[in-house]
């Protein structure tokens, strides 16, 4: 046990930053916040910041629990201090001939200090993960149906083998049941609570063109009863196949957001670690490698494989998308042409996807590169795979360089972070 006084000075200021993050409107999922419509008092904002900046200078770096700490404190107030003047999501729709006008200098800071993306890193690796992704997709559908040229033929194998259902009632019935077998894998590899509960409901109608396939429901506070629920898109059940019910399952689910979500909840941890801060990359990055990790819950399918493999390479994709749109300048329409070839996506799906990037920049970058940093620090360490992913669940939400100094703390150090330093919030 770290000294209780300075355990208990580290607890407050976890609070105090947590509670500035969401006075200047960086509100958690599923929490109202009544002052981010109201303009803000500069001048006060910045003297708290100077104020926490400065008690999160106090923390001795010495200890390496607390050097982690201080390291993850500095990200949350640098995201909150962003927060004040963050751009907003765009809604503009363009021509295919128009192009997004945006400078190297906006999108760098865009992918590092909201994403958490280095912009350098992705540029130096876009093309031959993208290849990668694809030859691999190529291999399995040649296993299974010789010859596959391109992965727009995979995607119509999927269609074909392991389509969509017939109708949207069936899928929701699907995906529940997929739910329990799900759940039941993930319990052999991390810990979750009796009393959570997902369940598969219909995308509301008002999110029915920006999720395609699915995604996880964020409109539940940070509190029990640790019940959430993930959603399949209704109005387009003929284009998700059962391949994408699977992947749902897992990714939105068990273990993927909601595992996340209660844990967060459930487990003893700091306030803003609860939060999250530059933590798309990490979480994102935990979900797509949840989904081939668990390839085994659905181990009577050999489609479910080629599923997965089919998914990386949209992911890959994505970021050379978001690299032809904000750092090399290609019009909008030659990013809908890209889709459609890597993905054999359809003009009008391969449009929307484009429309997302627009919507905000840099985000769909931070699936293939959580996901990459997270699997090459795994085989770098020698991680066991069960332990790696409860590890992956024990510390919250975080900056993928903060999960890299946790890796480095020895048993004892993560446990310590992971039961001494309760948010005062939830814990007194």
């Not at 947590?18 to 006060?44: C, I, P, Q, R």
């Not at 629990?65 to 640098?78: K, P, Q, R, W």
């Not at 409109?219 to 059962?242: A, G």
Request: with cysteine; proline share 3%; hydrophobic share 35%.
């Amino acid at each position: 046990m770290r000294n209780i006084e300075t355990r208990n000075a580290i607890r407050s200021l976890d609070k105090d930053i947590a509670a500035f993050a969401k006075s200047v409107g960086w509100a958690v999922k599923g929490e109202v916040n009544k002052n981010k419509y109201l303009t803000f008092d500069m001048d006060a904002c910045r003297d708290e910041i100077a104020s926490l900046r400065s008690r999160v200078a106090d923390i001795s770096k010495a200890d390496p629990v607390h050097e982690v700490l201080a390291g993850h404190f500095s990200d949350f107030i640098d995201q909150a201090e962003q927060n004040l003047s963050r751009p907003q999501k765009s809604d503009v729709v363009r021509a295919d001939d128009e192009v997004v006008k945006v400078t190297e200098e906006e999108y760098r800071n865009q992918l590092k200090n909201y994403i958490g993306v280095d912009l350098d890193e992705i540029l130096s690796w876009y093309e031959s993960e993208n290849e990668k992704t694809r030859a691999e997709a190529l291999e399995i559908a040649n296993r299974l149906h010789s010859p596959v040229k391109s992965t727009a033929e995979v995607n119509e194998l999927l269609f074909k083998y392991a389509g969509p259902c017939d109708n949207a009632t069936e899928m929701l019935m699907r995906a529940n049941d997929y739910l329990v077998r799900t759940r039941k894998g993930a319990k052999e590899h991390i810990w979750l609570p009796e009393d959570e509960k997902c369940e598969c409901v219909a995308v509301d109608v008002k999110y029915k063109d920006s999720y395609p396939w699915g995604g996880y429901s964020s409109d539940k506070p940070l509190h029990y009863p640790l019940y959430n629920t993930m959603f399949l898109n209704i109005y387009n059940y003929k284009n998700v196949t059962d391949g994408w019910i699977k992947i749902n399952a897992l990714h939105e689910a068990y273990p993927g957001h909601h595992a996340q979500y209660v844990r967060c909840m459930a487990d003893p941890i700091p306030e803003t670690l609860k939060r999250g801060a530059k933590s798309v990359t990490f979480s994102e990055g935990v979900c797509i490698r949840t989904e081939r990790v668990f390839e085994h819950v659905f181990a009577e399918d050999p489609y479910y494989p080629l599923m997965v493999a089919q998914r990386r390479h949209h992911t890959s994709t994505r970021i050379k998308v978001d690299l032809w749109l904000f750092y090399f300048g290609k019009t909008i329409g030659e990013c809908v042409e890209l889709y459609m070839k890597e993905m054999g996506f359809d003009r009008k799906t391969a449009r929307a996807q484009v429309q997302a990037h627009e919507n905000v920049m840099g985000y769909f970058t931070s699936y293939y590169f959580g996901m990459k940093k997270l699997e090459d620090w795994e085989r770098e360490n020698g991680w066991e795979q069960k332990a790696y992913t409860e590890e992956l669940f024990s510390n919250g939400r975080m900056a993928l360089e903060t999960f890299e100094r946790i890796l480095k703390l020895t048993p004892e150090e993560r446990y310590s972070l992971q039961h001494d330093y309760a948010s005062l919030v939830q814990f007194k």
